[in-house]
């Protein structure tokens, strides 16, 4: 993992609108955890990602794959916060610090993703692209989010946490939507980091399992959950029964479940995939934002899709 511990000046571009203003851009420690949870606190469905990494494994942690890193101003107030590594996300307040940001992330030269809103990827890419970087895949994302008072489309009592004797079930199937959502198969590109993410995932109680006749019916990650919000990824119906609404039933009753003490479910899909939304539309989740992804060319061998994995 990449460490930074000097301060980094940036120089923005320069246009009329944008002054070329000296930021100041560091790794961030344990002793800036607070202010960190702070800032992302003020637009909690947009920063749930990261503040459910920080709340997991803190502000340092090679688990992440990445470092957090804070841009300030002259004053010392955060104006972004972002983790930069395998995957980019970020949080800012001016399009300064989003190019603060690109300037940082690409002397790192080795990350595969990058996700965020549709403006912010935007602008992110406006100066971290002009310097030759490729990317291989775009898409656009769409956020949903669901909140309390949520309407039980029918309980599954047999939906259930994973448990390790479940891995082999729910590996396959993680490793072919990542496959499918980014062309690149976690099981071949990184077998032993893969599993361990899986493993460490059912460890958590964040895979969510519906199973009958040791076949997997129904899957959904739980990737980040912080005091108000819960965020979902890997959400999958097992082909042969698909059309029996059993991805509408298990994923209104997992959100039942933990709307109990959350505020807000939320998650991301394809604006391609019009299957997923009506699902969605039909669990009681509602439209709010547009994402996009980029990922990006590297020389070397890939990563997979998933900011989960």
Not at 54 to 72: A, V
Not at 122 to 130: A, D, H, N, P
Not at 263 to 290: H, I, M, P, W
């Amino acid at each position: 993992m990449y460490q930074q511990s000097a301060l980094a000046t940036v120089n923005t571009p320069s246009t009329k609108s944008l002054a070329a203003v000296a930021l100041t851009i560091s790794a961030l420690k344990p002793a800036n955890q607070a202010e960190a949870l702070e800032f992302l606190a003020q637009r909690p469905i947009h920063t749930v990602a990261m503040v459910g990494f920080i709340n997991d494994n803190g502000i340092e942690s090679p688990l992440k794959r990445g470092t957090f890193f804070g841009c300030r101003n002259k004053s010392g107030q955060l104006e972004g916060v972002a983790l930069i590594g395998h995957a980019i996300l970020m949080e800012t307040r001016t399009t300064r610090a989003v190019h603060a940001f690109a300037n940082i992330a690409q002397s790192l030269s080795r990350s595969h993703i990058i996700l965020g809103e549709q403006q912010q990827v935007e602008e992110f890419w406006e100066c971290y692209g002009r310097r030759g970087q490729a990317s291989r895949l775009a898409c656009r994302e769409l956020l949903y989010e669901l909140r309390w008072p949520a309407e039980v489309r029918g309980e599954m009592p047999e939906l259930r946490p994973a448990i390790l004797s479940d891995l082999n079930l729910v590996m396959p199937v993680q490793s072919e939507m990542a496959k499918q959502e980014s062309g690149v198969d976690p099981l071949e590109s990184d077998p032993q980091g893969f599993a361990a993410r899986c493993r460490r995932r059912i460890e958590l109680g964040r895979t969510w399992v519906l199973i009958r006749d040791e076949q997997l019916i129904f899957k959904a990650e739980v990737v980040a959950d912080t005091n108000a919000f819960a965020y979902l990824e890997g959400i999958w119906v097992n082909p042969a029964d698909r059309g029996k609404d059993y991805g509408v039933q298990c994923l209104s009753d997992l959100c039942y479940r933990l709307l109990r003490d959350k505020t807000s479910v939320c998650l991301l899909v394809n604006e391609a995939n019009d299957a997923a939304q009506s699902v969605y539309k039909r669990g009681g989740f509602r439209l709010q934002s547009t994402y996009d992804t980029i990922f990006l060319r590297q020389k070397n061998r890939f990563d997979d899709f998933s900011m989960i994995q």
